[in-house]
T-cell receptor, first 115, second 116 residues
Framework: AQSVTQLDSHVSVSEGTPVLLRCNYSSSYSPSLFWYVQHPNKGLQLLLKYTSAATLVKGINGFEAEFKKSETSFHLTKPSAHMSDAAEYFCVVSAPQRTGNQFYFGTGTSLTVIP | EAQVTQNPRYLITVTGKKLTVTCSQNMNHEYMSWYRQDPGLGLRQIYYSMNVEVTDKGDVPEGYKVSRKEKRNFPLILESPSPNQTSLYFC???????????????FGPGTRLTVL
């Protein structure tokens, strides 16, 4: 079975400080993992993805994530938060099913950036 | 511009009145999917389609129907909407849904549905 747990429903950081959004996954197969961002009243945009190549994945807008198989984690980080980073972030695991890949979403982490 | 479009963006309706939310993609993607987003629950998959005339249930299919008669379109049908279907709905597409193909999903802008 596949599942995703986002450990924090809300994270607040000050502008210019590091961001850490935590994600743990469970998968019976070698998973692919994604982070998506959703700004208010907008659709979802892909930040980055891991598909069994390099374990440290760099994405857009300075975000990166590290796949740690031993910890079943895929935490999202950014060295310095910007006001425009305030949004909802979703960790997603993709795993093969009988009829093809299915995506499983975490419940989301709301990031607030304090000026 | 490559995109997924949904219509309508906002809809308020009453219990039992059939409605359809359209979804269209212009990227020649094989795989299309519908999700609903509810507070605290993230996105949950309703139905997905691997290709034309091939559809399958996701995690929360009850009360919904879909069809895939053309590659570009994947409408979501609520035959008899109920208040518990009040939600934000997203359509998404991917180049391929085959196992082992972990390509990016592209999402539409969302449809906010209220059922009174």
């Amino acid at each position: 079975a596949q599942s995703v747990t986002q450990l924090d429903s809300h994270v607040s950081v000050s502008e210019g400080t590091p961001v850490l959004l935590r994600c743990n996954y469970s998968s019976s197969y070698s998973p692919s993992l994604f982070w998506y961002v959703q700004h208010p009243n907008k659709g979802l945009q892909l930040l980055l993805k891991y598909t069994s190549a390099a374990t440290l994945v760099k994405g857009i807008n300075g975000f990166e994530a590290e796949f740690k198989k031993s910890e079943t984690s895929f935490h999202l980080t950014k060295p310095s938060a910007h006001m425009s980073d305030a949004a909802e972030y979703f960790c997603v695991v993709s795993a093969p099913q009988r009829t093809g890949n299915q995506f499983y979403f975490g419940t989301g982490t709301s990031l607030t950036v304090i000026p | 511009e490559a995109q997924v479009t949904q219509n309508p963006r906002y809809l308020i309706t009453v219990t039992g009145k059939k409605l359809t939310v359209t979804c269209s993609q212009n990227m020649n993607h094989e795989y299309m999917s519908w999700y609903r987003q509810d507070p605290g629950l993230g996105l949950r998959q309703i139905y997905y389609s691997m290709n034309v005339e091939v559809t399958d249930k996701g995690d929360v299919p009850e009360g919904y129907k879909v069809s895939r008669k053309e590659k570009r379109n994947f409408p979501l049908i609520l035959e008899s909407p109920s208040p518990n279907q009040t939600s934000l709905y997203f359509c998404a597409s991917r180049l391929s849904g085959l196992a082992g193909r972990h390509n990016e999903q592209f999402f539409g802008p969302g449809t906010r549905l209220t059922v009174l």
